[in-house]
């Protein structure tokens, strides 16, 4: 049963979760997944990525310098590699997420498995998230140099790229189709809560890049407690 403030024990629950050795080393997979296939990608095709941003730059009004232009191209080409780098590892966090999910719900809720969960349908949703990602991200990216704008967007672009993948990978082999749609629609204040959270991690410097397990610990830990209040038919959720 959580205490008065659900939310905050969640956190500290998959902060404790975090630490342990196996899911920190679990951890370091997806970037360096993500970092050794776009780092191969930018290396192959450095000449075609380079005139595509002086191409885009040559558009932007007030640069109209060659220093200006090479500044403004790195700081570019250093947010589309780190934004390539978050979507690909979404979804290799896919690849790992039932060991996870399987370690803290025997250490935590002890719950049997009703679900419809699939790699294949983890994959499918990290696709479509992604997707859309990517789209919106070549849409806004003139926003990235845009002061406090630019955090709003990138925030709001980050919580569409990891909700669905990180919900579906983090309960969806524990619960029925019926539990997944109570759980993904209420309460909708704490589910926005949990995604913002998630997101935000991506904004600490350096830390950033290794944040995806911890991520799906959030989700999990939200989800599972939620689950297993349901089948109790209780909640702490308000």
Known sequence: MFPKSPMLTVFTRSL???????????????????????????????????????????????????????????????VVFYQLMIATAVMIVGLVADGVVDRVNARRYQLKK???????????????????????????????????LNIVVQLWLWMLLIKKPLFYDSVAMYASREEYAQLLGAPRWSNFIVTLSAASLFLIPLVGVFVYVLQLLFYTNYNLERLAQMRQGVSAWR
């Open 16 to 78: 404790r979760d975090f630490l342990n050795f196996r899911i920190l080393m679990l951890s370091f997979l997806p970037i360096l997944g993500a970092a050794l296939l776009w780092g191969g990608v930018f290396i192959l095709f450095a000449e075609q990525i380079d005139a595509l941003l002086v191409g885009w730059l040559s558009r932007v009004p007030l640069i109209d310098t060659e220093w200006a232009v090479d500044a403004v191209e790195l700081i570019g080409g250093l």
């Open 114 to 148: 009703h679900g419809f969960g699939t790699l294949a349908g983890s994959l499918w949703i990290s696709l479509k998230s992604n997707a859309l990602f990517i789209l919106l991200l070549v849409l806004f990216l003139p926003l990235v140099f845009v002061p406090v």
